[in-house]
């Protein structure tokens, strides 16, 4: 049978409050194959403060189901409840660790705040003095400009907990709160919702959703992200990679190349993310440091080439 969707697929845009009282209310379904959980305190972090800044968090792919989602009891993060048949409901296909985030940590499940009990890795506030996201442990004290993030996307429940603390919040805090409510709630996700009879077509269209690109390498990133913020050259890896080149060295690693851009700046060579503090305005530098190093191999230590070093370190 072709794997094929039965329609074309339609794109619209959810807000945060719309898919939290959607997975309330069974309307967000996670297929048995897609169920596995993997994100760690610090992605789900990483997903609120970028929430919090406005910045992309990626499409969702929903399937639209021609027979009504089966009552049952439906697993979301910390939460377990019983779902009604629903005609409604839309299959999560990709965004499934988004999803589970939203709920988790946005559904409202207690007072975490008074119960350390019930704390979790999907309990989450937002400290009004520092401006930070914390996931506070069962046991630690919780402070009185700690909102938690479960009263963020249901404003009664905005009001009555910055109600149960004015005494303690500054008007500034009080501030910060409704805006970041208000922010966050309202933030907007693109989706796409695909409609097909078989699993099977989703399957399809979420390998190659995510394995259709070629991943780029350390290097190529620090070029795509770093490269056109400077006029002075070299001002790229791949520039840089013309300097051994040039002395008849011969080709190094463009990685490795990275990685002595990064000792340069005063970073960590060992963890060549392009997070380090290295950028394009440290590679005049680098480029300099590595002719009078490839200069002192080649004329005092006797290493003609890179075919013959015996390992790259010395080079980082």
């Known amino acids: 049978m072709e794997v094929r969707t039965s329609e074309r697929p339609k794109a619209r845009q959810y807000s945060v409050q719309e898919l939290v009282e959607m997975a309330q209310r069974g309307e967000l379904r996670v297929p048995e194959w897609q169920r596995l959980f993997k994100w760690k305190t610090n992605n789900i972090r990483e997903l609120l403060d970028s929430l919090e800044k406005g910045f992309p968090i990626g499409t969702l792919l929903l399937w639209k189901r021609p027979e009504p989602a089966p009552a049952g009891t439906l697993q979301l993060g910390p939460h377990a409840f019983p779902v009604k048949q629903s005609a409604d409901a839309l299959w999560v296909i990709d965004g499934r660790q988004r999803l589970t985030t939203l709920a988790g940590v946005f559904w409202r499940r207690g007072s975490p705040d008074r119960d350390p009990g ?84 989703l399957r399809v269209i979420f390998q190659r959703t995510n394995d259709a690109g070629v991943r780029l390498r350390a290097n190529e990133t620090f070029d795509a992200l770093q490269g056109a913020l400077t006029a002075e050259r070299p001002s790229t890896i791949r520039e840089l990679a013309t300097v051994p080149v040039e002395m008849g060295f011969g080709k190094l690693d463009p990685d490795w190349l990275l990685k002595i851009v990064i000792q340069v700046a005063g970073g960590d060579f060992t963890n060549a993310h392009v997070t380090d503090n290295a950028s394009a305005a440290d590679i005049p530098r680098t480029a300099d440091a590595l002719r009078r190093a490839l200069a002192f191999l080649m004329a005092d230590v006797g290493i003609p080439n890179e075919a013959l070093l015996p390992y790259r370190l010395p080079l980082a």
């Open 118 to 201: 019930t704390r979790d890795m999907f309990t989450w506030a937002y400290d009004l003095s520092s401006g930070e996201w914390l996931n506070p442990g069962a046991k630690e004290a919780w402070k009185p400009e700690w909102l938690p993030a479960d009263r963020l996307v249901d404003a009664t429940d905005l009001v009555a907990w910055i109600a149960s603390r004015a005494d303690a919040l500054t008007p500034e805090m009080k501030a910060r709160a409704s805006s970041l409510a208000r922010d966050i709630r309202e933030y907007e996700i693109p989706a796409v919702i695909v409609a097909a009879e078989r699993d099977e077509t």
